[in-house]
């Protein structure tokens, strides 16, 4: 089974903090991505990565940065955490697209509350 | 921007079939139509894929028009643990980005 981990289910941070989210998968997954879910809005991405290092800007990157030193590990950074970073975060992993032939593997999601 | 359109919510009695249209109008020649499903604290996990014509596996069906500017992803015989949200993916947003997920269906099934 793949497996999409992610380092925490619930945090809480302050206003103005540097916070990582962390993501690991174990499918040798070229893909990674990195998407906040709020009521109403679905899911929008973040960034995305195709390969080590190499990252893409997604929908809303504005107040983010994203790390891809290894393969299986995509970190998603908050440099100043604010209010309106509250959300529910998900990772997710996939094998290479082809057309948008691919299937995305998510984690179980971290609950981040910015007080 | 790509995008597409599914309606907010529905709600289905136990047993029935359940018929979840999405428009993508600027899907994109090479792309294939994909739906995800979502339970409560759980990520989104993949349900059906499909390209053109009928697509059916074990969980659903998905129905695509010749035109491919809409599918219908079909539940037969929904029971209560179908309750959940379901997203198509049928665009891509700007430049190189992967398909995008709308704001989804929630079903509700009543018993």
């Known amino acids: 089974d793949v497996k999409v981990t992610q380092s925490s289910r619930y945090l809480v941070k302050r206003t103005g903090e540097k916070v990582f989210l962390e993501c690991v998968q174990d499918?040798?997954?070229?893909?990674m991505f990195w998407y906040r879910q709020d009521p109403g809005l679905g899911l929008r991405l973040i960034y995305f990565?195709?390969?080590?290092?190499?990252?893409e800007k997604g929908d809303i990157p504005e107040g983010y940065s994203v790390s891809r030193e290894k393969k299986e590990r995509f970190s998603l950074i908050l440099e100043s955490a604010s209010t309106n970073q509250t959300s529910m975060y998900l990772c997710?992993?996939?094998?290479?697209?082809?057309?948008?032939?691919?299937?995305?593997?998510f984690g179980p999601g971290t609950r981040l509350t910015v007080t | 921007l790509a995008k597409t359109t599914q309606p907010i919510s529905m709600d289905s009695y136990e047993g029935q079939e359940v018929n979840i249209t999405c428009s993508h109008n600027?899907?994109?020649?090479?792309?294939?139509i994909t739906w995800y499903q979502q339970f409560p604290s759980q990520g989104p996990r993949f349900i059906i894929q499909?390209?053109?014509t009928k697509v059916t596996n074990e969980v659903a069906s998905l129905f695509i028009p010749a035109d491919r500017k809409s599918s219908t992803l079909s539940l037969p015989r929904v029971s209560l643990s179908d309750t959940a949200v379901y997203y198509c993916?049928?665009?891509?947003?700007?430049?190189?980005?992967?398909?995008?997920f709308g704001k989804g269906t929630r079903l509700s099934v009543i018993a």
């Open positions: 990565s195709y390969d080590v290092k190499m990252k």
């Open positions: 499909g390209y053109k």
């Open positions: 997710a992993s996939s094998s290479v697209t082809l057309g948008g032939q691919y299937e995305q593997y």
């Open positions: 993916l049928g665009g891509r947003g700007a430049g190189n980005t992967p398909l995008v």
């Open positions: 499918m040798d997954h070229e893909n």
């Open positions: 600027n899907i994109a020649t090479n792309d294939y």
